[in-house]
């Protein structure tokens, strides 16, 4: 596991309630939690924990669907 996949998910861990799905309020989020010297560290990390809820989001999205019996082109057309 490489070193910036390994320290999102401590953070995740110890923090969940602090990230959501966007990218600059996860980058503020680790400027208060951590201390990050290197910026393209700080949002390699951001990036990342960014990446990996919105990819749990449409993962738990896509099993609502599933267990409602929609398919996905339905949902999204119900979005429309």
Do not use: C, W
């Not at 600059?24 to 010297?37: G, H, P």
């Not at 951001?46 to 449409?58: D, F, N, S, V, W």
Request: aromatic share 4%; glycine share 4%.
């Amino acid at each position: 596991m490489n070193r910036i996949k390994r320290i999102s998910t401590e953070l995740l861990q110890k923090h969940p309630d602090k990230f959501g799905l966007e990218f600059d309020t996860n980058k503020k989020a680790l400027n208060e939690i951590a201390i990050v010297r290197s910026k393209v560290m700080r949002n390699e990390l951001a990036g990342y924990i960014t990446a990996h809820l919105r990819k749990q989001a449409a993962q738990e999205k896509a099993s609502l669907a599933a267990a409602a019996g929609e398919t996905e082109e339905e949902t999204e057309e119900a979005e429309e």
